[in-house]
């Protein structure tokens, strides 16, 4: 059974950095596309950062310049390093495995972790 977990999220005064970690297990990690969404209360849920499993990544524009995806694939792991955090980015982030992309649009897959709360104070 897929297993995905987050950790790392917590509170951080605005213009200050966070780093979450994403570990799956029970799938063959190299071969996924690897994602992080996010939910703020009210809102759809939205794609932040998404990596293949070659390293080729995607963001946001609203995180551009500002968030970071990576991987270690050996580990399993995928990364989201946030930095300027902004009150806007408050939500709960959602590790996801198998997007899929289709020129501008994407799918999410079908796993997902359990979510971690990322609340910026102003």
């Known amino acids: 059974q897929v297993q995905l977990v987050e950790s790392g999220g917590g509170l951080v005064q605005a213009g200050g950095s966070l780093r979450l970690s994403c570990t799956a297990s029970?799938?063959?990690?190299?071969?996924?596309?690897m994602g992080w969404y996010r939910q703020a209360p009210g809102k759809q849920r939205e794609l932040v950062a998404a990596?293949?499993?070659?390293?080729?990544?995607h963001y946001a524009d609203s995180v551009k310049g500002r968030f970071t995806i990576s991987r270690d694939n050996p580990k399993s792991t995928v990364y989201l390093q946030m930095s300027s955090l902004k009150s806007e980015d408050t939500a709960v982030y959602y590790c996801?495995?198998?997007?899929?992309?289709?020129?501008?649009?994407?799918?999410?897959?079908?796993?997902w972790g359990q979510g971690t709360q990322v609340t910026v104070s102003s």
């Open positions: 029970g799938s063959i990690f190299s071969d996924n596309t």
């Open positions: 996801n495995q198998g997007l899929r992309n289709y020129g501008s649009y994407w799918t999410a897959g079908s796993r």
């Open positions: 990596i293949s499993g070659v390293g080729f990544t």
